[in-house]
């Protein structure tokens, strides 16, 4: 016996072409329809993060309900962090493969954590992710952990900056507690990618944040950075008090290979106020004459190693298989 219904819900768990829906049924394992995965070729149809339609049967096994979904809708993006498939095996000669992967779908910010000490924060990775998010249209949020090993104020020289440029910034350690309540305020009841280097802290916060999550967190990104090639399994966790996070370490490789090197200064909000003051509005802020980011890089409006961030990833830009 089985009966058909329409649920709606969000794709908490994606696993090897089977995707977890939280519906208002509970989480409920389904497919994808397979028109669906012909619509789409250039990018994932269905991805961690996306809002979805489903059909569900309820089958009914030993007097136990069980229900089966399949993914009929998938609601437009708002937004996503993507990043190019990696060329299919034996095609490595392709230099531009035409498929994105979606690490998420729909996040509401994009947490960036660093540890103010071992391991040192890395900067240059810092201004790349934040130039990714620009790009994506995501809120970020940095988060520099371990303050407890060099202090409040050493901490705030470090990551001061950020804070001048505009960029929301929560000092935490999660061996002490302080600005756990305020991490643990700015994840609530939104939907949050979380990455940054390993050994910074990040399950440690997840864990001082809500008991039992850093771990589950641990869990499925080192299951997933086993995988070759292709992700094994993404997953979002829920917050007790709403929302959800997910750990998507897939941003450290994404290549700025949709960023134009000419847009480059435009996600740069430290640069950009200079950029229509330049004497030739083509200006790549390397030699030219009466260009006015340089001259504000000399005059110390510009941070010089953020300026060297946006030489580096103008590089990249350039380059599509530079990396990080
Ligand atoms: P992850 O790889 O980013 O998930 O980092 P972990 O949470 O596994 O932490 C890496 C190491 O840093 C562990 O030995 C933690 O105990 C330590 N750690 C994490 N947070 C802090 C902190 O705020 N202060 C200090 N001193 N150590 C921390
Ligand atoms: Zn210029």
Known sequence: MSKEKWLEGLVIKAQSGFFTVQTTRGPIVSTVRKRLLQEKLNTDPVALGDRVKLSVVEEYEEGQVKLRGVIEEVAPRERAFTRQAPPAEGRRAERLPDREEVIIANPDQVVFVFACAEPEPRFKMLDRF??????????????????????????????????????????????????????????????????????????????????????????????????????????MFPLNGGGYVADTPGIRAVALFNVEPAELDGYFPDIAPFVPLCRFNDCRHIDEPGCAVLKAVEEGDIWIERYESYLRLRDEAENVFYRC
Do not use: M, W
């Open 130 to 235: 934040l130039v990714i998010a620009e790009k994506s249209h995501i809120p970020p949020l940095i988060c520099a952990n371990k303050i407890d090993l060099v202090g409040r104020r050493k901490a705030r020289d470090l990551f001061g900056l950020y804070e001048a440029i505009g960029y929301p910034v929560i000092y935490t350690s999660a061996v002490t507690g302080q600005g756990i309540d305020e991490l643990r305020e700015a994840l609530t009841g939104k939907i949050s990618a979380l990455t940054g280097p390993s050994g910074v802290g990040k399950s440690s916060l997840l864990n001082a944040i809500q008991p039992g999550l850093g771990l589950a967190v641990k869990k499925v990104s080192e299951a997933t950075h086993k995988g070759r090639h292709t992700t094994v399994a993404s997953e």
